[in-house]
């Protein structure tokens, strides 16, 4: 049973007014909140999981998931708030078990709509700062006292998800792309998301254009050998190994040890250690 939250807490910003629409549930296996919003600047219900770890941090760190189709991998919910505590992507439990102050954040993507499928709104950097933002001021329905800041950002996402991320990479010249929430992006998981292979040259120079303009964040690209996929990953792996781009990292599997659905629960875990060990890059001023 969800329960309301918003009482008695302070509020952010009066842009945003959430209403109703703010809700929260103690999730006693991990002793966390999972919580939904609607969003007003992603245009979708949008769940957020916050674990013991990072209740009430000031800064913030967020970790943004970016769910592919959900039909052909999960039929145990039709949006993100039920996606993200199902047995195929159990991101909120993995969160929880690494023990990490990373606040979840998963808004619905909507890919049913058919223009959604070519482009999505979070794909431009000036949404994604303003989604972000919403974020934030969200927060203070859900324990916090004060519209937090902004420490760490890390975008994730899988399969459809390159919807967001090509346009990202695309608009890497945006100013956008270097303010607000964007400008503390420290990490990218790819997650069986490179598709394109009729535009492998295109996707891959957008790609490599963003890997040097973002020296200071980690991008992580996992791909499925001889799949749909691998073109544009081995392409990226290629051109950043000649222009040895230290921040981009491809990692392959074989298509029969490790199915396209299974892979963001197989290696969250591992992206998450690594990430907690390791020590923020500095940014080039």
Not at 45 to 55: E, G, I, K, L, S
Not at 80 to 95: N, R
């Amino acid at each position: 049973m969800y329960v309301r939250t918003s009482d008695g807490l302070a509020h952010g910003s009066s842009q945003y007014s959430f209403g109703d629409a703010a809700l929260c549930i103690h999730h006693a296996p991990t002793n966390g909140e999972l919580c939904t919003f609607i969003s007003k600047k992603g245009g979708s219900t949008t769940a957020v999981y916050v674990p013991y770890a990072a209740r009430g941090t000031d800064p913030v760190n967020l970790l943004v998931w970016i769910h592919g189709d959900i039909i052909p991998c999960c039929d145990e919910g039709k949006d993100a708030v039920s996606l993200v505590m199902s047995k195929q992507f159990p991101l909120a439990q993995q969160i929880a078990y690494s023990k990490l102050p990373y606040v979840l954040v998963a808004p619905t993507m909507n890919w049913n709509t058919m223009d959604n499928k070519i482009r999505h709104p979070l794909g431009k950097p000036q949404t994604m700062n303003a989604f972000l933002d919403e974020v934030r001021t969200w927060l203070t329905t859900a324990g916090w006292s004060s519209v937090p800041s902004l420490s760490r950002l890390i975008l994730a996402g899988h399969s459809r998800a390159y919807v967001v991320f090509n346009g990202l990479a695309a608009a890497v010249s945006d100013a956008e792309s270097s303010r607000g929430a964007l400008a503390t992006l420290t990490d990218v998981w790819l997650l069986d998301t490179t598709y394109g292979k009729m535009n492998k040259e295109k996707h891959c120079k957008n790609w490599l254009g963003w890997a040097k303009a973002k020296s200071g964040v980690n991008l992580r690209i996992f791909y499925r050998r001889d799949s749909d996929t691998a073109a544009v990953a081995e392409c990226i792996r290629d051109e950043a190994k000649k222009n040895r781009l230290s921040n981009v990292a491809v990692q392959d599997f074989h298509r029969c040890l490790l199915s396209h659905c299974d892979m963001p629960r197989d290696q969250m875990p591992g992206l998450l250690a690594a990430s907690g060990s390791r020590r923020q890059a500095v940014r080039p001023r």
